[in-house]
């Protein structure tokens, strides 16, 4: 038997395994690892359809001649994901009032509830809840979505769009000590949520770079490799936190000014020019 992967002859050397399930197991952790997932299987020229998928993997390799597996990226699915949970906020927003209260559990069923919960469980508690009829609103929620895929659809842009941001926050964090001093606790506690969501974003958008082929690895920021900058970065970012929480005034003043808003400046600074320069 020929295995093939998207039509592309595959050089994959059989062990013991018997069947089509026990071939598509055996390259489940090298899928992941590769950032793909099975989106479909074609025997001998033949489409698989999903209804018949099951029964399909106890078929005996013996009786195959081509078995075509086709895999889709994790990031194209995951964004395929977020387009249909905008067309379920849409769907709720359109639901009578009886229909909204079976919405939920309805959703949470669909693949595109299944992906989220699997690659951004915040997201899928925050579309349970807005589909509970609870949180902040479909609005909210609509607005979340319409960034994370913008992050997935154009990565490059959304990391330069961050640019205002980042020096904001960054500027607040220089005046958390005085903040803290003088009892601005409400402007204080805002600082904190937001630098954590924007290094949050730009994080997350550094590994869609990553994983789309930008070099990100070439990148040395502050003489130090971009990996390990970000490992010290992380780190430094639950001090903050946990400091933050214990009402550790002196610590949360001195990590905000003196590490986290340089950090922050400095990364966005890396990642934007190497963009630059893979755009010119």
Request: glycine fraction near 6%; aromatic fraction near 6%; proline fraction near 3%.
């Amino acid at each position: 038997m020929k295995i093939q992967i998207n039509g592309v002859d595959a050089d994959i050397q059989l062990e013991a395994e018997k069947n089509v399930g026990e071939i598509l197991c055996a390259l489940d952790a090298w899928l992941n690892d590769t950032g793909h997932r099975l989106s479909g299987l074609n025997i001998d020229g033949k489409t698989i359809s999903a209804g018949s998928i099951d029964a399909c993997f106890n078929r005996n390799i013996d009786t195959i001649s081509i078995l075509d597996i086709h895999t889709t990226p994790v990031l194209q699915l995951f964004a395929e994901s977020l387009v249909n949970t905008i067309q379920d906020i849409n769907a709720y927003e359109a639901a009578a009032f009886e229909e909204k209260g079976l919405f939920v559990e309805q959703w949470k069923q669909s693949p595109q509830a299944l992906l989220l919960a699997e690659r951004s469980p915040e997201l899928f508690d925050w579309a349970s809840r807005t589909f509970s009829g609870e949180g902040s609103g479909t609005q909210a929620f609509r607005v979340l979505v319409e960034e994370r895929l913008r992050e997935l659809q154009d990565p490059a842009a959304e990391m330069n769009r961050t640019g205002p941001l980042v020096n904001e926050v960054c500027a607040r964090l220089e005046e958390l000590p005085l903040d803290i001093q003088t009892g601005k606790d409400a402007r204080a506690a805002e600082t904190v949520r937001t630098f954590s969501g924007v290094t949050e974003k730009v994080f997350r958008v550094f590994n869609v770079l990553k994983t789309e082929g930008f070099p990100v690895e070439e990148i040395a920021v502050e003489n130090m490799p971009i990996s390990a900058y970000i490992a010290e970065f992380s780190t430094a970012l639950r001090e903050l936190l946990t400091a933050y929480e214990q009402h550790d005034t002196i610590m949360v003043g001195d990590l905000a000014e003196y590490e986290m808003a340089p950090r922050l400046r400095s990364l966005h600074a890396a990642v934007a020019g190497l963009i630059t320069r893979r755009t010119l």
